[in-house]
């Protein structure tokens, strides 16, 4: 499995990206998949998940009511709608899959990562 992510860059506060994560060699429409970040000097974290069939749908506190997660199972890609970005979203985010069951905000049970995408808030 590939995931390939991408649709992050540079913002201002207040601005919307949409990042999607493109995924081949296998279809994955039978596992979770979830959107972690990295910030500067910090530890990897969860961001949001989405059920296989897709109506589950799970985000961190920091993150809900400002993003989407959404999936398209026939194109094998994972998106993330993030609107209202703030400097402290700043980070590499990441897709992942390889989860069938919750919890989906544990990292170590994601067995395939994508590269990540970089996101800066900047003004």
């Known amino acids: 499995v590939q995931l390939q992510a991408s649709g992050g860059g540079l913002v201002q506060p207040g601005d919307s990206l949409r990042l999607s994560c493109a995924a081949s060699?296998?279809?994955?429409?039978?596992?979770?998949m979830g959107w972690f970040r990295q910030g500067p000097g910090k530890e990897r974290e969860f961001v949001a998940a989405i059920s296989a069939s897709g109506p589950g749908t799970y985000y961190a506190n920091s993150v809900k009511g400002r993003f989407t997660i959404s999936r398209d199972n026939a194109k094998n890609t994972l998106y993330l709608q993030m609107n209202s970005l703030q400097p402290e979203d700043t980070a590499v985010y990441y897709c992942?899959?390889?989860?069938?069951?919750?919890?989906?905000?544990?990292?170590?049970?994601?067995?395939?990562w994508g590269q990540g995408t970089q996101v800066t808030v900047s003004s």
């Open positions: 060699g296998r279809t994955l429409s039978t596992y979770a």
């Open positions: 992942a899959v390889g989860v069938r069951t919750p919890p989906y905000y544990d990292s170590r049970r994601y067995g395939y």
